[in-house]
């Protein structure tokens, strides 16, 4: 159903939110681009939990705090966080795609996933990871 997975893609927009307030305080160089991510997340938030409410359905709120992959303790941890948010949001917004036919939706899901896949090619340049970017964002590679 596509309201679930709706709710699993706000689950992963508050977590988004939440890492980038965590990391803001490690990334001073790239304050600019820390803030450019919790503001496009904050709106996407906003926009999905209209959505849920529009479908009459209410919007799961934010937990009280998240766990990133690692401790946040420098910039190189917290760019890492960032990475795996990313990576996070590309997986939740894949699950909305596969499981609606409705076209607005699936443009925004669309929009979303490709977004925060750039986004998240943008953290692994800065972190000098490769490969510098995902194949297939959202899937999980095992």
């Known amino acids: 159903m596509s309201v679930d997975a709706v709710q699993d893609a706000l689950a992963a927009e508050h977590a988004a939110v939440w890492t980038y307030g965590l990391v803001s305080a490690f990334i001073e160089q790239q304050a600019a681009a820390v803030a450019d991510g919790a503001n496009a997340h904050r709106a996407r938030r906003d926009t999905t939990e209209r959505w849920l409410r529009d479908q009459g359905a ?11 992959p690692q401790p946040v303790d420098s910039a190189a941890s ?13 997986a939740a917004w894949r699950g909305v795609l596969e499981r609606t036919d409705d076209g607005a939706l699936r443009r925004s899901a669309l929009d979303a996933l490709t977004v925060a896949a750039v986004r998240g090619t943008r953290w692994r ?5 490769a ?12």
């Open 58 to 68: 209410t919007p799961r709120p934010p937990a009280a705090a998240y766990l990133p």
């Open 78 to 90: 917290a760019i890492a966080a960032l990475i795996a948010v990313e990576a996070d949001a590309c």
């Open 125 to 129: 340049k800065v972190a000098g990871v």
């Open 131 to 142: 490969p510098l970017s995902i194949t297939m964002p959202g899937i999980a590679v095992g």
